[in-house]
């Protein structure tokens, strides 16, 4: 399974490196933001894209409408990654189009199970 | 011989007249000098008198010459007899003297003595204040010859006076300078004084409030009239800091705090109040939460990194460690997980604190609570050694289930962590009409009484340490507080120290949903029945109570005290209150009074049932009471609650929305100021639920389906019993003013719901509420 991992902070990719790919067993690949994810995604067409909600210039809300918006990335499920957890912005996320939201601080040593088994749940 | 004899008695005779005469003589003389001593005597003592008289005194002649003075005044003014008589009165005083003539004028039969205060100058140059009493001297004919004059030295007198003046203007000058804004208000709440600052706070000059009623300083939306609401503000914020939304001249509001201070003046009682404007402290509130919900963001970040690489190497994810290594990377990532978990517990807290938590009510089996509960602690109860007794239940509330196991899961995880290995952590849930409650009862060491309030306060443990040793953040109390508080409920302990304790919650049981759109009336009905309160503390009249009630298809809530009944009352809404005498250790009329002075029970049916009736009938009648003798006469005291819920009935709010969430949202919000809610979510029900009874207020959307807002004001207004109904437009919509036209009833407002604050829309319900009841228009 392919993840890309888009986020600006370098040392959760590394950590989401080491979680998906050592842990998970996932080929990962990764973005610093919403601009290289897109260029990634589109070049690269995971199987699952695991996006920051808070990033300078182009957040996770807008990444995921670019995301969207290009056929050739639009099916591509889209997991959030975020530290804002309210309910409601969890259900708004999901109604933009993620495929599921999970909380930071996530725990490594399952965060490839839970990237799982939301994709389960959604038929992928 | 005969002639002789006759010569010489004549001589005697002669001798003894004289002899007499010498006598009265001298008896005269002696008289005389009797008098003429007794007149020196007098005289020395009225010389002595005038001399030496504590105070001065002195004549003057039609000149103003001196013609006697006193030694006293001779001894005040330095001077020696010789060098004041003769001279003008005027060359010892500084300030110009009055006239004999004025003086004469001023002068009546009634009035014969006129005094001036004025200032003597001594000998040696030194001013004496003193005061003067003239009285005119006049001759046979009456015509005025002179002046008599006392002089007092008021000296002391006048420093006193000084010294208070100093003192008055320090005073002043304090008050004047002080950052508080100082109120000054007389028993009926007028205004007499303010200070500088309560002039800026408020926008007014002193004098254009003199006399006014405080309430122009005060935006409360209230239907009390000025001397209730005197009352109000005086039982409030009388000896104790209380809250208020004041307004400015120019009408905006500012949040204050107020406390009022009585002192007395010959005029009767009056009221000092000390204001302070809290519009900074509250930004800064709002600001600290802000920053607290922001810090403990920008946290999760590095957070996440280091919680994950230790959880990477604790896991072995990167290869086995040495085993002390093993043993230091796991326990920094426990320790990274409490401050999350601390991290996590702040911001539930701040979000609880300033409303921004979500809670997702439904009705919800309290069995299932139950359950998850006890599986989210089974494996911690296992490790701990403690045997988990959770009982099953029928009951249902209206809450939110995840807080729910949220509060339950840490009262569960308290019991464990406190309890000694071995022993038993029980969960009851009991059923009344009111509320469903738990109670999760441990065996170990209990709370002390005086921290049993503490306990729910901020990082607030039993003892200094627990938390270290207990691994606890030191908010799951008053986090679960908060969510039971918000559920309407709550929550408390009862712990003996040394036997263990029971943790508590009460949430009301009281089911208010809304599952569709599409509802019969009977339901609407059901539901929109608000509960009775029973205040009585005896068992057996609480039972005999709740049967009738439900038989009759009211629902019950029991206030077992005073207190209780008056909790409930705050926290529910109730629609009818039936108090036993017995209850009421006070007098009853004191209740009432306190019932009747809150604006939100000014309405509420009272029944009062008991031994004996200790109110006289004008009494009960002015307070709208009713009061039934026991023992109480079943049709008698169902009558009387149809009475008084039909009495109390149609000063309700029949809120119009199609949009669900926001009426339950609306909905809620007015039943916590106790206002009884109707519903309707198309134009079609709410003139059907019109029709049924008029409300006293009438909240309306535009947008509806099945007739819009204008289709629902045009029908109302074709009866001439709806027409005059208030109204509030409650609507997204920007409306021309010929729609604004369109849309009226009553006393009619608008209010744009993006642009109005809950507080707005609230108080706004409240005041045309308040305006509907007095007026009568529901009727």
New interface residues.
């Given amino acids: 399974m392919k993840v890309l991992i888009i986020d600006d902070?370098e040392?959760?990719r590394?950590?989401?490196y080491?979680?998906l790919g050592?842990?998970g067993g996932m080929d990962v690949l990764d973005a610093d933001g919403g601009s290289e994810g897109l260029r990634k995604a589109e070049s690269e067409k995971p199987d699952v894209i695991l996006l920051d909600m808070m990033m300078p210039k182009m957040d996770g809300r807008a990444t995921l409408a670019a995301l969207r918006g290009n056929p050739s990335t639009s099916k591509i499920p889209v997991i959030f990654l975020t530290?804002?957890a309210?309910?409601?912005e969890v259900e708004q996320l999901m109604q933009i189009g993620a495929t599921g939201v999970l909380t930071?601080?996530?725990?490594?040593?399952t965060l490839a199970s839970q990237v799982r088994s939301i994709l389960s749940e959604n038929g992928h | 011989m005969r002639n002789a004899d006759k010569q010489k008695k004549e001589l005697i005779q002669e001798v003894d007249a004289l002899q007499r005469r010498v006598a009265e003589l001298e008896l005269v003389e002696s008289q005389r000098r009797k008098t003429e001593e007794a007149l020196r005597h007098s005289e020395t003592m009225f010389r002595d008198l005038y001399d030496d008289a504590p105070i001065g005194y002195h004549e003057i002649d039609t000149q103003g010459r001196i013609k006697r003075v006193n030694r006293s005044e001779l001894a005040m003014l330095g001077y020696s007899e010789e060098e004041m008589l003769g001279k003008p009165v005027w060359d010892f005083i500084i300030e110009k003297g009055a006239s004999i003539d004025a003086i004469a004028a001023k002068v009546s039969g009634k009035k014969p003595l006129i005094s001036f205060e004025r200032t003597f100058l001594t000998k040696d140059g030194k001013p004496i204040p003193v005061l003067l009493e003239d009285r005119l001297i006049r001759d046979a004919d009456r015509n005025v010859t002179g002046i008599r004059t006392t002089v007092q030295d008021i000296s002391s007198r006048k420093r006193v006076e000084e010294a208070l003046r100093t003192s008055e203007l320090r005073m002043r000058s304090i008050i004047e300078h002080m950052l508080e804004g100082l109120i000054t208000l007389n028993e009926d709440g007028l205004i007499e004084s303010m200070n500088p600052t309560a002039e800026q706070m408020f926008g007014y000059k002193s004098e254009e409030l003199t006399n006014r009623h405080l309430r122009i300083l005060l935006s409360e939306p209230s239907g009390l009239n000025d001397t209730e609401f005197t009352r109000s503000v005086i039982e409030k914020a009388l000896g104790r800091v209380s809250e208020w939304e004041a307004r400015r001249r120019d009408d905006r509001t500012f949040p204050i705090e107020l406390v009022l201070s009585e002192f007395h003046v010959p005029e009767g009682r009056r009221f000092v109040g000390n204001i302070r404007d809290v519009s900074e402290r509250r930004e800064v509130d709002r600001l600290k939460r802000e920053f607290v919900s922001t810090v403990s963001?920008e946290l999760?970040?590095?957070?996440?990194?280091i919680?994950?690489?230790l959880?990477?190497l604790a896991?072995g994810?990167?290869g086995r460690l040495p085993e002390e290594a093993a043993e230091v990377v796991a326990l920094a990532e426990r320790n990274t997980i409490r401050l999350?978990t601390l991290i996590n517990d702040i911001l539930d807290l701040e979000?609880l604190e300033s409303g921004?938590?979500?809670m997702?009510f439904d009705t919800i089996p309290m069995e299932t609570v139950l359950k998850r509960s006890g599986e989210a602690v089974n494996a911690f109860a296992d490790q701990e050694g403690i045997t988990l007794e959770i009982p099953s239940s029928t009951s249902k509330v209206y809450g939110d289930g995840d807080r729910l196991v949220q509060v339950l899961v840490n009262l569960l995880s308290n019991a464990i962590k406190f309890s000694p290995k071995g022993s038993r952590v029980s969960v009851a849930a009991h059923e009344s009409p009111a509320w469903v409650e738990v109670r999760v009862t441990d065996r170990g060491r209990g709370i002390p009484a005086s921290h049993k309030r503490m306990i729910f306060e901020r990082f607030r443990q039993v003892e200094a340490g627990d938390s270290r040793q207990k691994g606890g953040t030191g908010l799951g109390l008053a986090i679960c507080k908060a969510i039971v508080e918000q559920h309407g409920g709550t929550i408390g302990v009862d712990s003996e120290e040394g036997t263990g304790s029971t943790f508590w919650m009460r949430i009301p049981s009281v089911v208010r949903r809304r599952e569709s759109v599409q509802r019969t009336a009977d339901d609407r009905a059901a539901r929109s029945v608000s509960p009775i309160l029973i205040g009585d503390d005896d068992p057996e009249m609480q039972q005999y109570f709740e049967l009738l009630l439900r038989k009759e298809g009211h629902t019950v809530v029991f206030g077992r005290s005073a207190e209780e009944a008056f909790e409930i009352l705050q926290r529910n809404q109730v629609s009818l209150a039936i108090l036993d005498t017995v209850l009421l250790e006070n007098s009853e009329a004191d209740v009432l009074e306190k019932l009747r002075r809150d604006p939100k029970f000014a309405n509420l049916p009272v029944i009062m049932v008991g031994d004996k009736v200790l109110l006289s009938a004008e009494e009960l009648s002015n307070n709208l009471a009713v009061f039934l003798p026991k023992p109480i006469q079943e049709e008698q005291l169902l009558q009387a609650i149809r009475d008084g819920l039909a009495r109390a009935g149609g000063k309700d709010v029949l809120l119009v929305e199609d949009d669900v969430i926001l009426l339950d949202v609306m909905e809620r919000q007015l039943c916590k100021d106790g206002i009884t809610v109707r519903t309707a979510t198309t134009g079609k029900e709410a003139i059907q639920l019109a029709h049924d009874r008029p409300p006293g207020l009438l909240v309306l959307d535009v947008g509806l389906p099945e007739g819009d807002g204008f289709d629902v004001v045009d029908a109302l207004r074709r009866e001439s019993h709806l027409k005059k109904i208030p109204l509030l437009v409650y609507t997204g919509r920007d409306l021309t003013a010929e729609q604004r036209g369109q849309l009226t009833l009553g006393a009619t407002r608008f209010l744009t719901k993006s642009e109005a604050t809950d507080e707005e829309f609230q108080s706004l319900v409240v005041t045309l509420l308040q305006k509907s009841i007095q007026s009568g228009s529901q009727a």
């Fill in positions: 902070e040392d959760i590394r950590i989401a080491l979680s050592k842990v530290a804002k309210m309910r409601s930071k601080p996530f725990d490594p040593m | 963001h999760r970040t590095p957070l996440t990194s919680r994950g690489s959880s990477l896991g994810a990167l999350i979000r921004k938590l979500e997702h």
